[in-house]
């Protein structure tokens, strides 16, 4: 018998991919005002409160969540609005609905596209899926380069595309004939993100019959209930069927199916409160247009991406004043210099333009 070998080193047995990744970064932001993740800055009315709080103490938190979720799925049909013959799988988040659909279709040599820059998850998950991965730049002004696409569609014959709309981090709505084009020409699945479509008054649910490759997601976190984790995937029931049996069972608790079928019931709440918020983006829209040095590009969604010189100086200065919003600048070559900003209360938002104000003057 010989030497019992060593232990092994995590670089000698967890995959080379994984250990060249950098895991998704989430700044800490404990007493800044928080303008930097697309969340909803407006909190649930107080009769709302006390009625999930009722919920809460009575809920038999002892119990496994009902895996099927079907009162919840009911909720949601009624509320968003969802074709009677479309089938429903609820994630923890979109990050697992993107996940289950990328493992279910991680063939060898199989490959998940998208457009960039986009939600970078969608290339992190590919990397942990195992499956290609092909990103198709978008034209300078963020718009889809509908050429480019085919192209790599024929190329490559993606098993899935996933596509944002509006996308992030550009807060722009793709031309939807382009997208039908894109539809068309996909051997695979095409998956679109309906994660901003509150902001936006547009939505290709209507586009779900007449694609059977269509596939739609949506999420409850922008529109104000990011802490609950809720996800969900519309589509023909013979995908769904098949990405059904890669969802972990209980993946959504018994907490986010009781609370977020009480909101739902009061969708009159959301709908002002997304009202409120694009009011506030066309005011933030004009002030920052106001502001010389800076290319404010149009948004859809809860966000507004801007383009400002030494935008690494300025993020940082912002963040010397209690103020974080994300930067951008080195994710992708069109977003250098490019930072993104949450819509957030009114406050929030006078604030963050006055220390842009006087970070700009001071640079002068």
Known sequence: MGDMPNSYTPDQIIRPEILALSAYHVSPATGMIKLDAMENPYTLPAVLRDEIAQLAAEAPVNRYPDASAASLIATLREALAIPPDMAVLLGNGSDEVIQIIAMAMARPGAVLMSVEPAFVMFRMIATFARIDYVGVPLNSDFSLNLDAMLAAIEKHQPAVIFLAYPNNPTGNLFDAKMIS?????????????????????????????????????????????????????????????????????????????????????????????????????????????????????????????????????????????????????????????????TIGTPDENTQFCTALHAIIDRSA
């Open 181 to 341: 084009r894109i539809i068309e020409a996909t051997p695979g699945l095409v998956v679109v993100d309906e994660a901003y479509h509150v902001f936006a008054d547009k939505s290709l649910m209507g586009e779900l019959a007449r694609h059977p490759n269509l596939l739609l997601m949506r999420t409850l976190s922008k529109v104000g209930l990011a802490g609950l984790r809720l996800g969900l995937l519309i589509g023909r029931s013979e995908w769904l069927v098949q990405m059904e049996k890669l969802r972990l069972p209980y993946n959504v608790g018994i907490m986010t199916q009781l609370i977020a079928k009480a909101v739902l019931r009061h969708p009159d709440i959301l709908l002002q409160q997304a009202t409120a918020i694009k009011t506030e983006r066309a005011e933030m829209n004009r002030r920052l247009s106001a502001l010389a040095g800076i290319q404010v590009f149009h948004s859809d969604a809860n966000f507004i991406l801007f383009r400002i010189n030494e935008a690494n100086q300025v993020f940082q200065a912002l963040k010397q004043r209690g103020i974080l919003i994300k930067n951008l600048n080195g994710t992708h070559p069109l977003l250098k210099d490019c930072l993104r900003v």
